[in-house]
């Protein structure tokens, strides 16, 4: 049977009855849970060989198949034509050359920019193979050893790792380049006929039940840039090209995680981590080495946790790097936050507020005192939304204060102070001097202790408006956190204006938006009411979004005035649910519950989404 081009690979064994319904419907279970590909899956569980799934790949990229195993090990010079960190994160080999002609073994031969990249290097024409992932490692490692102190050396050299630590400039010429996620498209490639050996033995049972596509994620494998080819420094080179890939995904955060016998590497894109390809292990240790250094860090603390900060130029963007380095049971896993500041948004017009919310929150910020708390789940906006209404409220008659730990954003016209325990300026000295200097309108980043928060809780009644945010994934929850602080309930009820609770969600992939009909169980749950059908929609998952279906965010908000029985339930420390149908019986309050449903059926974010986000 001729297997259509374009088709998943779970879809091809389907057809071709390599494997049944159920099988592929447990594999693709499993893979939501593991983060692998399905054609792992299936080979893991023995449903499928290595051989018939990359036979099928093959026939998919309309590129065959060359089990490495059975082919004699590459000469030294053919070795030479390639960088070894090259082959290593791209899952290339060559394995053979006739005249002006490589034959290339790849993991992933629809990635054009890494095979452009290598007929620029070599000046010469590829013969591509697919070859597994594993197979490639293998031949990797019997024709290299990549030794750490080896590693170390590099580390030292003074040429571009100089340069690059006192000037971080990461722009680079090279050309524009994308993920695994955004290779070439299938209908793009000739189409071929299914391989002759991956036709199975015996017949499989067929399935009766009608076949269920699933989106299938796929690691994003960030190509190396044509620095990369030429550099001659792997950890430098390294390190660039994952910034300048991260940061064309669109991810905010990135992830090194060393292990026993591996060093994994993860995006957080859209809220969501995803994993990179890894490097070799023996990179972790000499980039925790050169990253503290970049950061100015202890370079002899490597049995602490510490925290640096970089700013770099990623091709000709402003970006701010927070890195946290935590020692781990097999190394150091480092996190590093990046926040582009040319895409920051500081107009409270361009949050995403609804036009009612809007109105009420610009009434909010007209009144000459209060508190007004910005509260949300890490990493959902809430500095960004602290800043955008500092900036909003800033005038040339007020005296405008900030006091944060990290200054992300520069305004021109605000007194921005830097927290550094170090040096003695804490959140609360920094309050106190603002106070002093007789500061209109001030935001402290975040009311984390009792000292500072009861300070700013007695500021607010002799005539100062505040902004701060707090952790907290509900209003609710944020009352209470403040309550059992020690604070005088008095004193929270009558400083606190109002909170302003928020979150971010997916939005569906415009490339592979479809429409499904929605049952009757969760049309009940999103509160629509009616007998009619409700359709809603979701991402298929495509070469756009990486496979995940969804690209981008918005932000979601709920608006609390605080009113008379709202007060009077933190007055005399009620429950949660008390304090809870208070805030439900505010007049006009829609919960952010609510709005999440409402973008669901507006077609804006999945029912999936939904879940994750509002529960």
Not at 95 to 106: C, E, P, S, W, Y
Not at 115 to 129: G, P, S
Not at 243 to 252: M, P, Q, R, S
Not at 354 to 373: A, M
């Amino acid at each position: 049977m001729a297997t259509a081009k374009g088709h998943r690979i779970g879809e091809m064994l389907l057809d071709e009855e390599i494997i049944t319904q159920e099988q592929l419907q447990e594999c693709l279970r499993e893979q939501k849970t593991t983060g692998e590909k399905v054609g792992q899956v299936l080979v893991r569980k023995g449903y499928v060989s290595l051989e018939v799934l990359m036979a099928f790949l093959g026939t998919q990229m309309n590129v065959p198949y060359l089990p490495l195993a059975g082919v004699s090990k590459p000469a030294a010079a053919l070795m030479k034509l390639l960088p070894e960190q090259l082959m290593r994160s791209q899952q290339v080999i060559p394995v053979d050359k006739k005249g002006n002609t490589i034959m290339l073994a790849m993991a992933d031969p629809t990635n054009v920019f890494v095979t452009d990249d290598i007929k620029l290097a070599t000046r010469c024409d590829l013969e591509l193979r697919l070859s597994s992932e594993s197979e490639i490692k293998a031949a990797l490692d019997e024709n290299f050893g990549f030794q750490e102190e080896d590693t170390g050396e590099l580390v030292k050299s003074s040429g571009i790792d100089e340069d690059f630590g006192a000037a971080p400039d990461l722009s680079m010429p090279a050309k524009p380049m994308v993920g695994a996620g955004m290779a070439r498209p299938a209908a793009a490639r000739p189409a071929a006929a299914r391989p002759a050996a991956a036709r199975p033995t015996a017949a499989r049972p067929t399935a009766a039940a009608p076949k269920a596509v699933v989106p299938e994620p796929e690691p994003i494998t960030p190509p190396l840039t044509a620095q990369v080819m030429g550099g001659d420094t792997p950890v430098i080179n390294f390190l660039t090209n994952i910034l300048v890939e991260a940061n064309k995904a669109g991810a905010t955060d990135i992830h090194f995680e060393p292990y026993e016998k591996s060093f994994r590497i993860r995006w957080r894109i859209d809220g969501v981590l995803r994993e990179v390809q890894s490097p070799p292990r023996s990179l972790a240790n000499a980039l925790a080495t050169k990253l503290r250094t970049m950061a100015e860090m202890d370079t002899q603390g490597k049995g602490i946790a510490q925290y640096g900060r970089l700013k770099l130029k990623i091709p000709g963007k402003d970006v701010s790097i927070s890195i946290l380095i935590l020692p781990t049971m097999w190394g150091e896993k480092i996190v590093m936050h990046m926040l582009n500041l040319e895409n920051v948004i500081l107009n409270i017009e361009k949050l995403g507020m609804e036009p009612s919310q809007l109105e009420l929150y610009r009434r909010v910020l007209q009144q000459p005192y209060g508190l007004v708390l910005i509260t949300g789940p890490k990493a959902s906006g809430k500095t960004t939304t602290a800043y955008a209404t500092l900036n909003s409220i800033n005038l040339p008659t007020k005296n405008v204060s900030s006091v944060d730990e990290l200054v992300d954003y520069s305004l021109p016209g605000i007194n921005q102070v830097v927290v550094n325990e170090k040096r003695g300026m804490t959140y609360a000295n920094g309050v106190r001097a603002m106070l002093e200097q007789d500061s209109d309108i001030m935001l402290v980043g975040e009311m984390q202790d009792a000292e500072t928060s009861r300070m700013i809780l007695d500021a607010v009644p002799t005539g100062h408006l505040i902004i701060s945010t707090l952790h907290a994934s509900n209003p609710v929850t944020a009352l209470q956190y403040l309550m059992n602080m020690d604070i005088e309930p008095y004193l929270l009820s009558s400083a606190l204006t109002a909170i302003v609770n928020q979150k971010l969600v997916r939005v569906i992939c415009p490339k592979c938006k479809e429409i499904h009909e929605a049952s009757a169980e969760i049309t009940k749950f999103l509160g629509i009411g009616g007998s009619k059908k409700t359709v809603l929609y979701r991402g298929r998952g495509c070469t756009q979004c990486s496979q995940t279906g969804f690209r981008g965010r918005q932000a979601v908000f709920e608006i609390i005035l605080l009113t008379e029985s709202v007060r009077e339930a933190i007055i005399n420390r009620q429950s949660a649910a008390v304090v809870k149908k208070a805030i439900e019986n505010i007049p006009g309050y829609t919960s952010l519950r609510r709005l999440v449903a409402q973008r669901v059926i507006n077609g804006v974010t999945s029912y999936e989404e939904f879940l994750r986000v509002a529960g």
